[in-house]
């Protein structure tokens, strides 16, 4: 095991082949649903497959770019401690435009296509006789929904490569090789993520969930909606680079890395669970209250009907779980308790995603989630493939960062 | 409680304070404590003190306010005296979550901040002797007490060496007391300075 700072991560042949094991297995649940479900004529049976993409889809886009968010966040506060694992953030960021691609096809297909049992706006004929919708027109219309998300994933993946293209400039130790290079490189660091934040803001925490996800219940609409899907994916984005970083110290990388940073990405797990859990009620509580029939038709179905089950059972894995394992300074320094409140939370906000699209679509009945599984591990697979792909390209620590220093003597 | 006599030896730097600690402790002294103006991570580790329980009294308080809240919350309004809100059943646990967060805050913090007080003993009136008044200004202070056995001039030696300046024998009243400092020179029959 050597613990040199220039070191790149080697994937195990074995990692790769689970990479694309899941990778197979996302392709055949796929056919299977479509081949099983899709086909012509029947409307609900077709929805059901291309929601069933979109769900996983935008959910693993947002995670992965959640990782890039964490970066930037992070660097625009000066904070020292991330970089002992940057090289893991930024590997995970890396997916963004693979994913992106992916999602940006199946959203376009969606809208563009004739699927107007998912988006119902995009049918001019419903629109027509629809006094809600045209109200909502110049907002939900294919040309603003195709232009925002264009330039979504452009933006995401063009400033993400940035901002990777900065970090690795320093392993060659010229741009900080002095007092006033290293203050430049500060400084350009900072501007670049301010942009990514200002991205950011407009995407993630306003925009993109109510076009991607909320306009399925195109009459329906919740203000925070999009910061309730900016929780969601974070809270998923920080477990899974807890869960690279626990994954790559086991095998003898990352030597600057402690217990200390482990730590603190556990405390991030478990301040965005309660953060998550704070806006999930905050949109639910007021909702209840008010009782306004067009607002509570969004609850009906998931709080009280067929979905009941998936609803509660992820508010018990996404706050109750951990909320209390997390709660002692012990839990969030073992590689086994992280690893597995990591796993946990992945799959509860991906249940999240999975009850805020379904309920419009099939609102007769659940529909078998083993296929949207399969999907979704699919989709892991890909950044399993990505991630593993990126690590091995650069050395796993940057060690010539300004702020090194900071991340080694990092305590909590 | 006890007068004890206590060796004091100020520090400047923490790069010579944590060596020092190091080696006091390895020599087999008993230090008492390091007073230092701020508090300095890592210190309590080098000490050896254990973690605070602090927190699990923290989390023991919260749900009782948790309780606290929805019992009284839901005996009052779906038990006692039962009043229709807009059509809302009576046991309306939703909107009694902002209350019991509320509770669960309050009694965690105050009841946090009254241990710790507990703790430190740290109270109105409640005094306690001081080895140096500079530990709450400008130098780290340890304290090393002596018990039947220590040397004190082979331990007055080894602190000087370990880099403490200002080495002195003390005699100080270890507990704590009500009152004044200047009475407690009687008190104990015997003269310690008001620091």
């Keep these: ?412 | 409680m006890a007068i004890k006599k206590f060796i004091t030896g100020n520090f400047y730097e923490e790069a010579v304070l944590f060596p020092a600690v190091k080696k006091v402790r390895r020599a087999g002294y008993k230090v008492h404590d390091v007073y230092t103006p701020f508090p300095i991570h890592g210190l309590d580790k080098e000490l050896g003190m254990k973690d605070t329980d602090l927190h699990i009294a923290g989390f023991i308080y919260g749900i009782t306010g948790t309780t606290t809240a929805i019992s009284f919350i839901g005996w009052a309004l779906a038990r006692d005296w039962q009043i229709n809100f807009g059509g809302k059943p009576f046991f309306s646990l939703p909107a009694w979550i902002p209350i019991m967060f509320e509770l669960t805050v309050l009694f965690s913090a105050v009841g946090m901040v009254l241990t710790f007080c507990w703790l430190c003993q740290l109270a109105p009136f409640v005094k306690k002797d001081h080895f140096n008044p500079r530990s709450t200004d400008d130098t780290f202070v340890m304290a090393i007490e002596c018990t039947d056995k220590t040397n004190e001039a082979e331990a007055i030696a080894f602190l000087k060496e370990a880099g403490a300046q200002d080495v002195q024998i003390q005699s100080r009243e270890t507990g704590w007391w009500f009152g004044r400092y200047d009475r407690e020179t009687v008190r104990f029959g015997k003269k310690v300075a008001a620091v």
């Design chain 1, 1 to 412: 095991m050597s613990t040199s700072t220039t070191e790149k991560f080697i994937p195990a042949k074995r990692y790769n082949t689970i990479a694309f094991a899941l990778m197979v297995v996302g392709v055949i649940a796929a056919i299977s649903l479509f081949v099983t479900t899709g086909g012509e004529g029947n409307h609900d049976n077709r929805a059901r497959f291309w929601a069933s993409l979109l769900q996983n889809s935008v959910y693993f886009l947002l995670v992965v770019n959640a990782a890039m968010f964490f970066m930037c966040a992070t660097t625009l506060a000066w904070g020292g401690w991330q970089i002992a694992f940057t090289r893991v953030t930024e590997a995970i960021a890396s997916c963004v435009p693979v994913i992106g691609v992916i999602a940006l096809v199946i959203l376009l297909a969606l809208c563009f296509g004739d699927h107007h049992t998912i988006y119902h706006w995009t049918d001019a004929e419903h629109v027509a006789h629809d006094p809600v919708l045209q109200h909502k027109s110049g907002f939900l219309s294919k040309g603003f929904f195709a232009t925002v998300t264009i330039l979504t994933v452009v933006l995401w993946s063009f400033l993400g490569w940035k901002m990777r293209q900065m970090s690795l400039k320093t392993d060659e130790g010229e741009v900080v090789s002095t007092l006033e290079k290293r203050k430049k490189f500060v400084w350009n660091n900072t501007v670049m993520a301010a942009l990514y934040i200002v991205v950011f803001a407009l995407t993630v925490m306003s925009s993109v969930p109510w076009l991607w996800i909320m306009s399925i219940d195109a009459h329906w609409y919740s203000t925070m909606f999009s910061w309730y899907n900016f929780a969601s994916t974070f809270v998923a984005g920080m477990s899974l680079i807890a869960l690279y970083v626990v994954f790559l110290k086991n095998n003898g990388y990352l030597p600057l890395v402690n217990k200390e940073h482990l730590h603190d990405l556990g405390k991030f797990i478990f301040a965005f669970s309660i953060f998550w859990t704070y806006l999930w009620f905050a949109q639910f509580m007021l909702i209840w209250y008010a009782n306004i029939p067009e607002e509570t038709v969004y609850f009906k179905p998931r709080a009280e009907g067929i979905y009941s089950a998936i609803f509660w059972m992820m508010l018990i894995i996404n706050f109750v779980a951990p909320i209390l394992i997390f709660m002692s300074r012990d839990s969030k320094r073992n590689y086994t308790i992280v690893t597995i409140v990591a796993v946990l939370v992945i799959f509860g906000h991906w249940l999240d995603f999975f009850q805020m699209v379904f309920p419009a679509v099939s609102p007769t009945k659940v529909p078998m989630i083993l296929f949207d599984m399969g999907i979704g591990l699919g989709f892991i697979g890909i950044i399993m493939f990505v991630t593993g792909k990126t690590l091995s390209k650069h050395a796993l620590t940057a060690r010539n960062h300004p702020f090194v220093k900071e991340a080694v003597i990092h305590h909590t």
